[in-house]
């Protein structure tokens, strides 16, 4: 985990319930208010998001492999996004 500078040692899988969890024990991540906006502490991060949206986040951007545009070569997190692009 590279969350707050990555002094944390816990591994992390993909799974976002897991990565909720996780921020929960390990870093103090309080349950509740899901809609209140919240900054991703991960090391080089700092992208601010809905609360609810930061295992997502977490797990499709800094956990995930990245998936490629083949026409200009941009990189992105998600499948979706990329079809969008």
Same mark, same amino acid.
């Given at each position: 985990?590279?969350?707050?500078?990555?002094? #944390?040692?816990?591994?992390?899988?993909? !799974?976002?319930?897991?990565?909720?969890?996780?921020?929960?024990?390990?870093?103090?991540?309080?349950?509740?208010? !899901?809609?209140?906006?919240?900054? #991703?502490?991960?090391?080089? #991060?700092?992208?601010?998001?809905?609360?609810?949206?930061?295992?997502?986040?977490?797990?499709?951007?800094?956990?995930?492999?990245?998936?490629? #545009?083949?026409?200009?070569?941009?990189?992105?997190?998600?499948? !979706?996004?990329?079809?969008?692009?």
């Amino acid at each position: 985990c590279r969350w707050s500078g990555g002094s #944390c040692i816990s591994p992390l899988t993909v !799974d976002k319930s897991e990565v909720s969890r996780h921020l929960q024990i390990h870093h103090g991540v309080k349950i509740g208010g !899901d809609k209140d906006k919240m900054t #991703c502490n991960w090391d080089g #991060c700092g992208k601010e998001m809905k609360k609810e949206s930061i295992s997502r986040h977490i797990v499709a951007v800094h956990l995930s492999n990245k998936t490629e #545009c083949g026409s200009c070569g941009k990189q992105f997190a998600r499948l !979706d996004s990329k079809l969008r692009h």
